[in-house]
């Protein structure tokens, strides 16, 4: 932690700990963490913290393998919460589902907005599957040629849709396009964290 840093930590010792996946930016669970679940954190740079129920130090995902490396970490304005970004090793919750919220109580979203990121990590693990069943696999195994081909072909559609102001075709391409470009990114071995960064650069922090 930066010198001078407070962390303010409950009557109990403890702080609430928001865990957001990093690549998605999907909120996966919230938890608990002392001063000694902290300073583990910090310095082994994987998620531990502290079990209320259990009373004790929990190291997440020692025994069900899914283990969360902690990409970045930080403290509220008070002082007295904390946001940690991971990279899940698999689901958060002890449901197996990825996060631990998922029960919807008002309903209003039409499409997620994490969907992206979850999109880029499925089709990282989806590049290694049988090609036979797997039309990502399959592209990859053609070759780099083929996916510019494919992005080409799904730019020009897209911009076609765009001339024609149809708005359905216009989703329609659009979605085919990221699609191809996250599988063109996959087998050049860019991360979409890079392009973030890029983006991120061009217009300055301040701004966004």
């Known amino acids: 932690m930066k010198e001078g840093t407070t962390v303010n930590f409950d009557e109990r010792g403890l702080i609430p700990v928001i865990v957001q996946d990093s690549t998605s930016g999907e909120v996966l669970m919230l938890a608990y963490a002392d001063k000694e679940a902290l300073e583990l954190t910090l310095k082994k740079r994987e998620l531990y913290l502290f079990s209320r129920s259990r009373g004790k130090l929990w190291h997440k995902g020692e025994s069900s393998g899914n283990l969360m490396k902690v990409r970045e970490a930080r403290l509220d304005c008070d ?124 217009h300055g922090k301040k701004d966004i």
């Open 79 to 202: 002082g007295d919460a904390l946001l940690v970004m991971v990279e899940p090793a698999g689901p958060a919750c002890h449901t197996g589902q990825r996060s631990c919220f998922f029960n919807i109580l008002l309903k209003g979203l039409k499409g997620d907005v994490t969907f992206l990121g979850r999109l880029g990590r499925y089709l990282l693990k989806r590049k290694d599957a049988n090609p036979e069943e797997s039309y990502t696999a399959r592209l990859i195994a053609q070759g780099r040629p083929r996916i510019a081909q494919k992005i080409g072909e799904e730019g020009v559609e897209l911009a076609i849709a765009l001339t024609q102001n149809d708005r359905e075709q216009i989703i329609y391409e659009a979605s085919d396009l990221l699609y191809h470009l996250f599988v063109g990114l996959i087998s050049s071995g860019v991360s979409p964290e890079e392009i973030w960064r890029e983006l991120e650069s061009r």
